[in-house]
């Protein structure tokens, strides 16, 4: 079953270009195609257009993806978030990471990726650019992982998971088994009191285990 995807993005060509890539791919059904935060919201008002994930511009008119990511999921937790955009700095990645994002893009990604990233989100990922993953690893804090009660192995696969691998590809990074990289996700989740890989992202964030 395929997975009901909305796009937000203010540029017409922009817009047109992402829409006629994503129509090739029989994962997602774009439901909803808007050019502000605020005709999305209008049109979330028709059940038909609700959708499971969102591509949401960082850079709109008026309301921006920022606030627009804070204020859907604080109305629809159940839709998540996936910023595309052109930046990658360190202020817009904190910013919509603590808005709710689930995942961080750049718009030059190709549309395959692009789709398997918001399948990946649809399955309570947390997909992010090799530039953003590169970013993010850099900023996981030991001296705070230490304080939250995480082991060295516990930090590998948190950063693991910052960079959006799956458990196999964890397994693979680490020379250890699937099984064992569950084991350590399962405890990462009880330390962390969270329930998805999206969730240990922000929470990463908010109690500051990445700088």
Same mark, same amino acid.
């Given at each position: 079953?395929?997975?009901? +995807?909305?796009?937000?993005?203010?540029? =017409?060509?922009?817009?047109?270009?992402?829409?006629? %890539?994503?129509?090739?791919?029989?994962?997602?059904?774009?439901?909803?195609?808007? !050019?502000?935060?605020?005709?999305?919201?209008?049109? /979330?008002?028709?059940?038909?257009?609700? =959708?499971?994930?969102? +591509?949401?511009?960082?850079?709109? =008119?008026?309301?921006?993806?920022?606030?627009?990511?804070?204020?859907?999921?604080?109305?629809?937790?159940? @839709?998540?978030?996936?910023?595309? @955009?052109?930046?990658?700095?360190?202020?817009?990645?904190?910013?919509? $990471?603590?808005?709710?994002?689930?995942?961080?893009?750049?718009? #030059?990604?190709?549309?395959?990726?692009?789709?398997?990233?918001?399948?990946?989100?649809?399955?309570?990922?947390?997909?992010?650019?090799?530039?953003?993953?590169?970013? /993010? +690893?850099?900023?996981?804090? !030991? #001296?705070?992982?230490?304080?939250?009660?995480?082991?060295?192995?516990?930090?590998? $696969?948190?950063?693991?998971?910052?960079? !959006?691998? @799956?458990?196999?590809?964890?397994?693979?990074? +680490?020379?250890?088994? =699937?099984?064992?990289? %569950?084991?350590?996700?399962?405890?990462?989740?009880?330390?962390?009191?969270?329930?998805?890989?999206?969730? $240990?992202?922000?929470?990463?964030?908010?109690?500051?285990?990445?700088?």
């Amino acid at each position: 079953m395929s997975v009901r +995807l909305a796009l937000v993005e203010d540029r =017409p060509d922009v817009r047109q270009l992402l829409t006629e %890539r994503l129509a090739f791919f029989d994962d997602v059904e774009l439901v909803s195609v808007s !050019g502000s935060a605020e005709a999305f919201f209008e049109r /979330l008002q028709d059940a038909e257009a609700a =959708p499971e994930v969102v +591509l949401m511009d960082i850079e709109l =008119p008026g309301m921006d993806g920022i606030e627009a990511t804070g204020r859907l999921r604080e109305s629809h937790p159940e @839709t998540e978030v996936l910023m595309l @955009t052109v930046f990658e700095d360190e202020d817009r990645i904190f910013a919509a $990471v603590q808005a709710g994002a689930s995942g961080y893009l750049l718009k #030059d990604a190709s549309a395959g990726r692009i789709v398997g990233a918001v399948l990946e989100v649809a399955r309570g990922g947390a997909p992010v650019s090799p530039l953003v993953a590169k970013k /993010l +690893l850099g900023w996981i804090r !030991g #001296d705070d992982c230490e304080a939250v009660g995480l082991t060295d192995r516990e930090r590998d $696969v948190l950063g693991l998971i910052v960079e !959006g691998l @799956t458990e196999d590809g964890i397994a693979d990074r +680490l020379y250890i088994s =699937p099984h064992t990289v %569950r084991s350590h996700i399962k405890s990462l989740y009880r330390k962390l009191e969270v329930h998805s890989r999206a969730e $240990v992202v922000r929470v990463a964030y908010e109690r500051r285990l990445i700088r």
